[in-house]
Each structure stands twice: as C-alpha cells, then as structure tokens.
C-alpha cells in the first residue's frame, strides 16, 4: 500500500529523494537486510505500516477501477462507519448487477471492441466456513438435489453472451459482455444463511455470504485466463419476503436511536457497490503445475520459496486464505516474507492469523490442540469381524483433529468422516453414569483427555430428519 506524498512543487531535490527513498523501501528489502531476520523497529519503519501516522488518503482510494458493478438491492442501515456494508437479498428472486465500463480513454485499449468473461460467485464471508466450503457444499446438494445455489435469469438480463452454469459448480455461473455496451446481468440466490447454520433451539442467526465478480480478458490462445478485475460484496440471504422484513426491522430500530447514535452509522444506499478484492482461486488452477516461486508438498497448499517474486508472493497469500493481508504485503517477495520472524508475523496479522501465516511459511504441521478416535458401534458389534491375538475383536477406528475445542466443530468433523451434511446431526451426547446421556458442550470437549476413544452410536430424531450421535 502507497501513500500519496504532497510536498511543495518548489522544492524538487526533497521531492525526489524521497521518492527514491520510497520505492526502495519495499523493493530491496531483501537485499539491504541481508540474510537474517527482520527486526521488529525495520518492519514497522515501513511506510504500509505508518497509517496512524498520516491523514492522507491511500492512492487505491482515488484510483479509477477499470469496471464498477452495481447490485440493485439497498444496503442496511443497520451498519457502524468503518464496517463493511450488508446487503438483505430474498431467496429465489432476481436482482440485477450493472456492468459498468469505467475505462479512461486510452485504458486497456487490447479490449475495446473485444468480448471480456466474468464469473459471478456465492461465497462464503466467514473464514471458519471457507475452510469447509466443499463438505458444505456437497451437504447442500445432498439435501436440494437437483438444485443450484447461484442461477442467472437469463430472460431479464441484458448485453450477456454464451451464460453458463457449471452443473459441478452449483455456486457459480459465467458469460461474456462487451465492455462498451449496456451489460446488465440478473442473478437469483437459492440458499438461505441459515442453511449453513447449526440448528440448536430456533431462530438461529443466518451466515453473511459473498457475493464476487471476477472478470477476465483473452490471452494469445483465445481463453480467458487473463485477470483483469475482481469486486464483492457482503450478502445475507432470507427466505421470500424475509429480506424486506429485516430491511424494515433494521430501519425502525435506527428512527429509535438518539441523533448521536444515529451518526456512528452508515446511512441506507438503494444499491449496493461490490469493492474491489484479490481475485478468486480457481481449483483447477491450483491443482496445475506451480510456478517457480512455489515447492509443492504433500499439503493442500504449496510452500513459498525465497525465489517466489511479488506477483507469486500474493497469489500463495491469497491461495492460503490471507486475503486480508495481500495489501499489507504488496512489495513483499517470497524471501522477504520468510525473513520475518513469528513475533513479527503476529505483530503484523494479529495472534491467530500471524501464528498461522507463520506455520503456513514455514511449511509446519501444527500438532492439533485435541485428537480423539472414534468407530461405529455397528463395526465393533459384527461377529465375524478379524481378530487379534488376544481374541478381541479388530474395531476401526478413526482419528478426529480438533483446534477450537467446540462442539460446532466436532459436529461438523463427524459429517466430514461419515460424509454426511453436518445439518443432519442435531445433537452430540456422551454416555454418563448409569446410561443416561449428556449433551455435548463446548466446556465438555475442552476436558476430553487427548487420544481419548468413543464407540459412537446414531439414534434417529423422530422430529426431524436428522440423527442423535451417542459417544460411549
């Protein structure tokens, strides 16, 4: 991230020192450090990290996007300052996005009078979600077969060419627009928030999702493989009517606040502008080859080599789920990032996600905070299972890794074993003194003893489609 430096016209020679002393900064980092570690006082010299020492506006805040898109849908008024804005849309029904060309003259001229692709998505907002976005997913299909979570209207919408809908990829549609001329594309969400939610008592509060855009222009063969522009948005999705309701609630709740209140809140826009984000990974690009900057291993991800540049430094950032940070770390090469130390990263990124950046440069496995295993008492209970030495039967068992000790997380941990929706599972108990079973808390899990074994048992809700899980 850049600052803009308003200094006096007169005086050139200070001027350009500076500026020279800026682009340095970042670019050679590497080199004028040497081979050791950053010091904490060297990083936080940088000018990214000198905001609260200056009221200038970043120059990304007066840079002209080359397209803008627009959702047809308010934003709620129910939203502090500095948050980002939330957007109330009803499930199933059809809300336009305004393909705005906002190219200067003589900007990006290799696509005027050319085709440009753009991928529209239903993301998830909230990281623990993304983590699990495919078993959230594939129960989302189990339970709605047949349906899709993202569909374009192709009848209402104007200027698209060749619209598709990958049947694989149930959140996401493409097509092609011309840049120059009116493009506006209809979309319609299926899935509500709190499909994605736990179920426990009722009333529970439905999960934010995303809303993204990421546009491409064709390169030398003909695809469209060259990013040009990626914008989003925060949605939260409500049954038919519902978002009208909220949208309501949210107002009257406001018109009762004191006037101070009132100000330390976001005013309702009619339409909702999607800001610009990192583009979103695609799977099959992923799973190619890695560039030179990557060293692929046995983990999800590749890890980040010395020789990484730049470029190749925020696509890992980003293809690790550190979004937020690729700003931050803009000039920052491959050997720049794995010169900062732990205390560094987490000084930077906060404990959680600098602990984590950590690790992920340099390519740890994180022992898991609790391991516990678990096999089906309908495996334990065959008669003909093998045997071992000592005439016990040979039970299966598998290995359950958990790392915020909570009951959401067991539950979700089980569907993934037994590829079930974690919708399905209502309740987790565990077998107590004289059979009678007690429900499974977060306070529970947090004194489990580590390796500790469970047979587990199903019993079927009567009430609803889903199952009761007995540990014993």
């Known amino acids: 991230m850049a600052w803009a430096l308003k200094l006096p016209l007169t005086d050139e020679v200070i001027e350009s020192g500076l500026v020279q002393d800026f682009d340095a900064s970042l670019s050679g980092i590497g080199q004028e450090l040497g081979a050791g570690a950053y010091s904490m006082s060297d990083v936080l ?44 849309l009803n499930q199933g029904q059809s809300y336009e996005i305004r393909m705005l060309d906002n190219r200067k003259i003589g900007e990006l001229p290799e696509i005027t009078g050319k085709m440009v692709k753009s991928i529209i998505r239903v993301v998830f907002h909230d990281r623990r979600l993304q983590y699990t976005e495919h078993q959230q997913l594939e129960g989302w299909r189990w339970n709605r077969p047949g349906d899709r979570i993202l569909d374009l209207d192709i009848p209402m919408s104007v200027g698209i060419i060749d619209p598709r809908a990958n049947p694989t990829q ?20 299926h899935c509500i928030s709190t499909e994605f939610t736990m179920r426990k ?9 995303r809303i993204q855009i990421d546009t491409f222009k064709e390169n030398e063969s003909e695809e469209y493989t060259e990013h040009l522009h990626s914008a989003s948005c925060q949605v939260k999705v409500f049954k038919p009517k519902g978002a009208d309701r909220k949208q309501k609630t949210d107002r009257e709740k406001m018109e009762k606040r004191a006037p101070q209140e009132k100000e330390k809140y976001q005013p309702s826009y009619e339409t909702t502008i999607l800001t610009e984000c990192s583009p979103w990974p695609e799977v099959t690009y992923v ?11 046995h983990n999800s991800f590749p890890n980040l080599l010395p020789t990484a540049t730049p470029q190749d430094a925020q696509q890992w950032l980003h293809r690790n789920r550190f979004s937020p940070f690729c700003r931050l770390f803009t000039n920052f090469s491959g050997a720049d990032l794995l010169k900062l130390t732990r205390e560094d990263v987490i000084q930077i990124c906060g404990p959680a996600d600098g602990i984590r ?30 045997k071992h030495e000592n005439g016990d039967a040979a039970a299966i068992y598998h290995a359950i890794y958990l790392e915020e000790l909570t009951a959401t997380e067991l539950t979700e941990k089980l569907a993934q074993l037994f590829n079930i929706s974690p919708r399905q599972i209502n309740q987790i108990f565990k077998q107590g003194p004289t059979g009678i079973h007690v429900l499974v808390s977060d306070e529970m899990i947090q004194n489990f003893q580590d390796e500790v ?8 809700d009567n009430t609803s489609d889903g199952y009761h899980i007995i540990l014993k």
């Open 45 to 88: 010299a940088l000018p990214i990290f000198k905001q609260e020492e200056s009221n200038l506006p970043p120059e990304t805040e007066n840079k002209i996007l080359p397209f803008q898109y627009v959702l047809c849908a308010p934003t709620s008024p129910a939203i502090k300052l500095h948050d980002e804005t939330l957007t109330y």
């Open 357 to 386: 950046l950590f690790n992920a440069l340099k390519g740890r496995v994180v022992r898991p905070r609790l391991t516990i295993y678990v096999c089906q008492e309908s495996q334990q209970a065959r008669d003909h299972q093998p």
């Open 287 to 297: 799973n190619n080859s890695p560039s030179p900057g990557f060293n692929s291993t």
């Open 201 to 209: 008592h009722g009333g529970e509060k439905g999960v934010p999702f």
């Open 170 to 189: 149930l959140n996401t549609v493409e097509f092609l627009w011309d840049p120059s001329k009116r493009t506006s594309v209809f979309i319609q969400v």
């Open 453 to 460: 074994c469970f047979v587990l048992d199903t019993m079927k």
